[in-house]
């Protein structure tokens, strides 16, 4: 076929998520859909996927983009006459350890939330089930019948035959080579044979995404590892539809094929491979065979499944497949061209995540925003360097092991770092830091003392830094403690039409009085909150946004795609030229007064304003804010000042009780307070008004900005939920989040935020519950609410407000 001159959409890349896209955008009616595929349908790692089809996952979003696989695949051939090979065969989650075994138990207690049929079992149930399994290594594990496996070739035809139907148009044979960007947005694709034009693309040519984004300053961060599999020979024993397999303590899965067995790893320790090493008509395309690389892997699955050392090995597959550094996903529109849409990245889960990915895909395409909260899997959400090869050829060595490892509370990072370090990071260290990674910052998580070792002992329980950050958490609540925040994202936005522009982007009156801090969320048209900031107005034409240094990011792309054409507005990132202390505590006021002449009354310093202050030898701006809960100031001085500002605020607070004190600290007093989290607590399904923030929204002010008719409009009609607050009855479990939560025996919402409380000595929590009746206070203290940790139901105690301090006597102090 000629290809066309022209197309609405063009997917570039012919696998299973780009065929799903196309699909999906049919069945919304947009017809005039192009896929360009440089080899043939599923040629680059479709092809050779194991086809394993688990709907169960860590979130709601998650749960709900693999469940509807489950339906898709088993109504396809109906609806386009080719069979996809779907078997809803169950599977088994094996956990050969109590540690696995309560994380396992973690994830089956939020069945209720996801609506899915789970169950826990037993060793011998789980012989029952797979006869071929030697139960005597496991202690438990769970079932969910719904899951199963599918064909990847045959479920790729059947969409690519479906999308067809619908009108799209399939190119085989077609390289594409790069994009035609014209005024920031996308007009067309460029091929070796030819151009076509376009109001719309879609990169989905995985592996191979990266490079092709490179070419227009787009970062798509992926980097493949060698994945491997074996399939044996055929036994009588191994009978049609077993259970897939899922041991993740022996890192392996195991499904039936065809009366074969096929086992795949993913291994602690993968084989990143750089795509250079591959032939550009690398189509079906296999690596060599690594036994050695392998024999871990399958001894864990000889232990496991005693028959397969009777079996001869039929096929060693070893085949790339792209992953990211985070373990996330990559969806979105480009932040740096329009209309030019992601969807890579899928760390070996494409195939049971394609139809899910595929419908939100093409809903956020036709509805110019997502549907749904994919702001975890958001492709603006990069920095810079995280598109180093180095950077990612050694931090994808432990992604890929990560699938299948225990998601420990607070697990950090261990390959490819540090990459960047707060100008304090030495100094921390010799006073016994323990350093966690967030968007690439080395951040002091707690301070090892005491005879602790300064390294991470991981459980469900209390982990070791338990007792130091108790401390840590007293010295805020009753003396003074300070915090390194230099990793926060600092972003000036300035120019004339500053004050204009962001009055419409955010939720609150952005029109104060110099000096002023405005608490504020950005919300997108149905009202959810897709950023939770500060603003300091620094002069009439420049504010200074404060946000989380992984949220920054997508909170700068968020303004500028934003911003009118024509305002006349820069935004400039500014972290790496400023480090932010936080001195905070009821002792914090006689400190800051031993080190700066300024007046830190109330009346000359009160809450959220902003000063120029002198501190030692330094000009700094102190700004009188707290995310802890208590009376403090944080304070922003240029980088080459903050070293000696801190020597003397630790010599002038040592007989204040001051002591260093780190993040997990911190989110133990936040979530005492009642501090919202975003990603956690709100999410672009919360609205400010649900989530109890709607001190932050101002109605009042005259400008229609984002998201107002929908907060009006819920306001009108009333709310449907509540963000509550919770503490246990027992002092002794450790509340982590996504736990459910019931009353009187019935299951009405999770967990969203949780902490073990110092101050109030059992574990606290957030979590959004159902606003059905008017009463809703009395609904709370009515009823009997227990909260499911693992299993296990603990009473807890339910409130509208935070149960430490919700009057702000001691903020205000």
């Given at each position: 076929?000629?290809?066309?001159?022209?197309?609405?959409?063009?997917?570039?890349?012919?696998?299973?998520?780009?065929?799903?896209?196309?699909?999906?955008?049919?069945?919304?009616?947009?017809?005039?859909?192009?896929?360009?595929?440089?080899?043939?349908?599923?040629?680059?790692?479709?092809?050779?996927?194991?086809?394993?089809?688990?709907?169960?996952?860590?979130?709601?979003?998650?749960?709900?983009?693999?469940?509807?696989?489950?339906?898709?695949?088993?109504?396809?051939?109906?609806?386009?006459?080719?069979?996809?090979?779907?078997?809803?065969?169950?599977?088994?989650?094996?956990?050969?350890?109590?540690?696995?075994?309560?994380?396992?138990?973690?994830?089956?207690?939020?069945?209720?939330?996801?609506?899915?049929?789970?169950?826990?079992?037993?060793?011998?149930?789980?012989?029952?089930?797979?006869?071929?399994?030697?139960?005597?290594?496991?202690?438990?594990?769970?079932?969910?019948?719904?899951?199963?496996?599918?064909?990847?070739?045959?479920?790729?035809?059947?969409?690519?035959?479906?999308?067809?139907?619908?009108?799209?148009?399939?190119?085989?044979?077609?390289?594409?080579?790069?994009?035609?960007?014209?005024?920031?947005?996308?007009?067309?694709?460029?091929?070796?044979?030819?151009?076509?034009?376009?109001?719309?693309?879609?990169?989905?040519?995985?592996?191979?995404?990266?490079?092709?984004?490179?070419?227009?300053?787009?970062?798509?961060?992926?980097?493949?590892?060698?994945?491997?599999?074996?399939?044996?020979?055929?036994?009588?024993?191994?009978?049609?539809?077993?259970?897939?397999?899922?041991?993740?303590?022996?890192?392996?899965?195991?499904?039936?094929?065809?009366?074969?067995?096929?086992?795949?790893?993913?291994?602690?320790?993968?084989?990143?491979?750089?795509?250079?090493?591959?032939?550009?008509?690398?189509?079906?395309?296999?690596?060599?065979?690594?036994?050695?690389?392998?024999?871990?892997?399958?001894?864990?699955?000889?232990?496991?499944?005693?028959?397969?050392?009777?079996?001869?090995?039929?096929?060693?597959?070893?085949?790339?497949?792209?992953?990211?550094?985070?373990?996330?996903?990559?969806?979105?529109?480009?932040?740096?061209?329009?209309?030019?849409?992601?969807?890579?990245?899928?760390?070996?889960?494409?195939?049971?995540?394609?139809?899910?990915?595929?419908?939100?895909?093409?809903?956020?395409?036709?509805?110019?925003?997502?549907?749904?909260?994919?702001?975890?899997?958001?492709?603006?959400?990069?920095?810079?360097?995280?598109?180093?090869?180095?950077?990612?050829?050694?931090?994808?060595?432990?992604?890929?092991?990560?699938?299948?490892?225990?998601?420990?509370?607070?697990?950090?990072?261990?390959?490819?770092?540090?990459?960047?370090?707060?100008?304090?990071?030495?100094?921390?260290?010799?006073?016994?830091?323990?350093?966690?990674?967030?968007?690439?910052?080395?951040?002091?998580?707690?301070?090892?003392?005491?005879?602790?070792?300064?390294?991470?002992?991981?459980?469900?329980?209390?982990?070791?830094?338990?007792?130091?950050?108790?401390?840590?958490?007293?010295?805020?609540?009753?003396?003074?403690?300070?915090?390194?925040?230099?990793?926060?994202?600092?972003?000036?936005?300035?120019?004339?039409?500053?004050?204009?522009?962001?009055?419409?982007?955010?939720?609150?009156?952005?029109?104060?009085?110099?000096?002023?801090?405005?608490?504020?969320?950005?919300?997108?048209?149905?009202?959810?909150?897709?950023?939770?900031?500060?603003?300091?107005?620094?002069?009439?034409?420049?504010?200074?946004?404060?946000?989380?240094?992984?949220?920054?990011?997508?909170?700068?792309?968020?303004?500028?795609?934003?911003?009118?054409?024509?305002?006349?507005?820069?935004?400039?990132?500014?972290?790496?030229?400023?480090?932010?202390?936080?001195?905070?505590?009821?002792?914090?006021?006689?400190?800051?007064?031993?080190?700066?002449?300024?007046?830190?009354?109330?009346?000359?310093?009160?809450?959220?304003?902003?000063?120029?202050?002198?501190?030692?030898?330094?000009?700094?701006?102190?700004?009188?804010?707290?995310?802890?809960?208590?009376?403090?100031?944080?304070?922003?001085?240029?980088?080459?000042?903050?070293?000696?500002?801190?020597?003397?605020?630790?010599?002038?607070?040592?007989?204040?009780?001051?002591?260093?004190?780190?993040?997990?600290?911190?989110?133990?007093?936040?979530?005492?307070?009642?501090?919202?989290?975003?990603?956690?607590?709100?999410?672009?399904?919360?609205?400010?008004?649900?989530?109890?923030?709607?001190?932050?929204?101002?109605?009042?002010?005259?400008?229609?900005?984002?998201?107002?008719?929908?907060?009006?409009?819920?306001?009108?009609?009333?709310?449907?939920?509540?963000?509550?607050?919770?503490?246990?009855?027992?002092?002794?479990?450790?509340?982590?989040?996504?736990?459910?939560i019931y009353r009187n025996g019935i299951y009405v919402g999770r967990t969203t935020s949780a902490a073990y409380g110092h101050t109030l000595g059992c574990s606290v929590a957030m979590g959004y519950v159902a606003d059905v009746v008017e009463a809703w206070p009395d609904w709370l203290s009515n009823g009997q609410f227990e909260i499911d940790l693992a299993g296990v139901k603990h009473a807890a105690i339910a409130s509208t407000r935070p149960f430490y301090d919700p009057d702000n006597t001691r903020v205000k102090a």
């Open positions: 076929m000629t290809l066309p001159s022209h197309a609405q959409v063009i997917v570039v890349g012919g696998g299973i998520i780009g065929t799903s896209i196309a699909y999906h955008l049919t069945k919304a009616r947009w017809r005039d859909v192009v896929i360009l595929e440089r080899g043939q349908l599923t040629c680059g790692t479709t092809w050779h996927a194991a086809g394993l089809v688990g709907q169960l996952r860590s979130s709601l979003i998650m749960t709900n983009l693999s469940r509807y696989g489950v339906e898709l695949f088993s109504a396809l051939k109906e609806e386009t006459g080719q069979d996809t090979g779907f078997r809803q065969t169950g599977s088994l989650m094996l956990a050969r350890t109590p540690e696995r075994l309560t994380e396992i138990a973690r994830r089956i207690a939020l069945v209720d939330h996801f609506q899915l049929e789970a169950q826990m079992v037993t060793p011998d149930e789980i012989g029952r089930s797979h006869p071929l399994v030697d139960v005597k290594r496991l202690v438990g594990g769970a079932y969910i019948p719904g899951d199963g496996t599918t064909n990847p070739i045959d479920t790729t035809q059947a969409l690519a035959k479906g999308a067809r139907q619908g009108g799209a148009k399939i190119f085989e044979g077609v390289t594409v080579t790069g994009f035609q960007i014209k005024n920031g947005s996308i007009r067309g694709v460029l091929t070796d044979k030819g151009n076509i034009g376009c109001e719309v693309a879609v990169l989905c040519a995985g592996a191979w995404s990266r490079e092709l984004g490179k070419s227009i300053g787009l970062k798509i961060p992926l980097y493949a590892a060698e994945h491997m599999y074996v399939v044996t020979e055929t036994h009588k024993n191994i009978t049609p539809n077993l259970p897939v397999l899922r041991d993740g303590d022996g890192f392996v899965y195991v499904k039936e094929d065809a009366g074969k067995l096929l086992v795949g790893t993913f291994e602690p320790r993968a084989k990143p491979l750089p795509m250079s090493k591959l032939p550009s008509n690398f189509h079906f395309g296999e690596l060599s065979p690594d036994w050695d690389h392998f024999e871990r892997s399958l001894s864990h699955a000889l232990e496991l499944i005693p028959l397969l050392a009777d079996l001869g090995i039929r096929h060693f597959l070893n085949g790339p497949e792209s992953f990211t550094p985070d373990n996330r996903f990559i969806l979105g529109e480009a932040p740096n061209v329009a209309n030019l849409y992601v969807a890579a990245g899928f760390n070996s889960q494409g195939i049971v995540m394609s139809a899910g990915v595929g419908k939100a895909m093409s809903e956020w395409i036709v509805q110019g925003e997502p549907t749904m909260d994919l702001s975890d899997l958001d492709v603006a959400r990069f920095n810079d360097f995280e598109i180093n090869e180095r950077f990612l050829h050694d931090r994808i060595s432990e992604s890929v092991g990560r699938l299948q490892a225990i998601h420990w509370p607070n697990r950090q990072f261990e390959t490819a770092r540090p990459v960047r370090e707060t100008p304090l990071h030495s100094r921390l260290q010799k006073k016994g830091a323990v350093f966690g990674s967030a968007a690439g910052w080395e951040r002091a998580n707690w301070y090892a003392r005491d005879g602790v070792k300064s390294q991470y002992e991981y459980s469900f329980g209390r982990q070791n830094w338990f007792e130091c950050v108790a401390g840590e958490h007293r010295a805020a609540r009753e003396d003074v403690a300070i915090f390194d925040l230099s990793s926060f994202g600092k972003t000036f936005i300035e120019g004339p039409d500053a004050e204009a522009e962001l009055q419409r982007i955010c939720a609150n009156n952005m029109s104060v009085a110099l000096g002023n801090l405005v608490y504020t969320q950005m919300l997108n048209s149905r009202g959810g909150i897709v950023a939770d900031v500060t603003f300091t107005r620094l002069s009439e034409k420049r504010y200074m946004m404060v946000t989380s240094a992984p949220a920054q990011p997508t909170d700068i792309n968020w303004i500028r795609k934003n911003l009118r054409p024509d305002s006349r507005v820069v935004v400039t990132d500014v972290t790496s030229g400023f480090a932010v202390l936080s001195v905070m505590g009821p002792k914090s006021r006689n400190l800051m007064r031993r080190v700066s002449p300024a007046d830190f009354s109330n009346e000359a310093f009160p809450f959220r304003s902003s000063r120029q202050i002198e501190i030692g030898y330094a000009i700094a701006t102190a700004q009188r804010v707290t995310y802890v809960g208590e009376l403090g100031w944080e304070i922003y001085l240029p980088t080459e000042f903050v070293g000696p500002v801190f020597d003397l605020l630790v010599k002038e607070g040592e007989d204040l009780g001051l002591r260093l004190a780190g993040g997990h600290a911190i989110e133990s007093l936040r979530i005492e307070k009642g501090y919202r989290h975003f990603g956690h607590d709100i999410t672009p399904t919360d609205s400010p008004l649900e989530a109890g923030l709607g001190f932050a929204v101002s109605l009042r002010k005259h400008e229609d900005f984002i998201g107002r008719k929908a907060l009006e409009k819920l306001k009108a009609e009333g709310l449907r939920r509540r963000l509550a607050f919770f503490r246990l009855t027992d002092p002794e479990p450790i509340l982590l989040h996504d736990e459910p």
